[in-house]
């Protein structure tokens, strides 16, 4: 059973806030609010039905949302207990509730600390961010039922806010494609290993190599064909699961858990293994 409390901070910083809107009530007429409410459920439903995974820690976690979270927030996050979304200044970002793939985003900041604690920085940094794209568009795709070619890859379609150059937050069919803007500057994301940027920003660039591991991932993907949940998807999940990721895992070490992951779900050296070696190597990681 899902359990999930909506609360708003009410312009204020103060966590959680007010409850607004709790389980099994009906819509507040706020739309932050019932996009969170109804994104959370929606997130929820997927990694039961697909993974059958119960909540955040596999123990039926209640969620907690907070929305309305300061004044013009410019951001979304996970803070290891609930979820926060900003209303976006109207200037560059609308609300972080806008886009399903940013509530599945943020929840799944939750499982992937609560699976494999990858490190926030440098790669395992960039791919901790890239699990939380990756489910994120997967739940999307999932609402749509869209296969891996219908899908548009695309991160937080409608969150830029009207004037803005561009189409999303990031794309994970085409990294470094989602917006060139004065405002907002060009997508930094790399989609290939020869383009990997070393900075010291962005906890070593976690939301620009992140460009890297989502573009495997729809390789693979788009390789597979058919609904990516279902084969991608269930190697990815298991890969984050698995007992020899380790918390400072690279692209590489990642890439070659999917592998052996691929092997033991559908045999070793079938398609999947051969979907699974192709996509990596299209982004410069050779397993
Ligand atoms: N929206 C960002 C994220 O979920 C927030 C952050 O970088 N702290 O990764
Ligand atoms: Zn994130």
């Not at 961010?129 to 990756?134: A, F, L, P, Y």
């Not at 969150?159 to 060139?180: C, E, H, N």
């Amino acid at each position: 059973q899902k359990q999930r409390t909506i609360y708003t901070a009410n312009h204020h910083q103060d966590l959680p806030g007010t409850v607004v809107r709790a389980e099994g009530q009906g819509p507040s007429g706020d739309v932050a609010v019932d996009e969170a409410y109804d994104g959370l459920g929606a997130t929820f439903d997927f990694y039961l039905q697909i993974f059958n995974r119960n909540s955040i820690d596999d123990s039926g976690m209640k969620m907690d949302a907070t929305v309305h979270f300061g004044e013009d927030y410019n951001n979304a996050y996970w803070n290891s207990i609930q979820m926060v979304f900003g209303d976006g200044d109207g200037r560059i970002f609308n609300r972080f509730t806008i886009a399903l793939d940013v509530i599945g985003h943020e929840l799944t900041h939750g499982v992937t600390e609560d699976e494999a604690q990858l490190q926030y920085f440098n790669q395992s940094g960039a791919l901790n961010e890239s699990m939380s794209d990756v489910f994120g568009s997967l739940i999307k795709q999932f609402v749509k039922q869209q296969t891996a070619e219908a899908a548009d890859w695309l991160i937080g379609e409608g969150l830029l806010a009207p004037g803005i150059q561009g189409v999303a937050l990031r794309s994970m069919k085409d990294p470094g494609s989602a917006f060139d803007d004065p405002l907002l500057g060009k997508d930094p994301q790399p989609k290939h290993m020869d383009h990997y940027n070393n900075t010291f920003a962005d906890n070593g660039g976690v939301h620009i190599n992140s460009g890297i591991p989502n573009h495997a991932f729809y390789q693979v993907a788009t390789r597979l064909g058919g609904f990516a949940w279902e084969k991608a998807g269930r190697i990815w999940y298991d890969t984050l699961l698995d007992q020899s990721l380790q918390p400072n895992a690279d692209f590489l070490s990642f890439a070659r858990i999917t592998f052996a992951v691929a092997g033991r779900l559908h045999g070793a050296n079938g398609p999947e293994c051969q979907a699974v070696r192709d996509g990596w190597a299209s982004v410069g990681i050779n397993i």
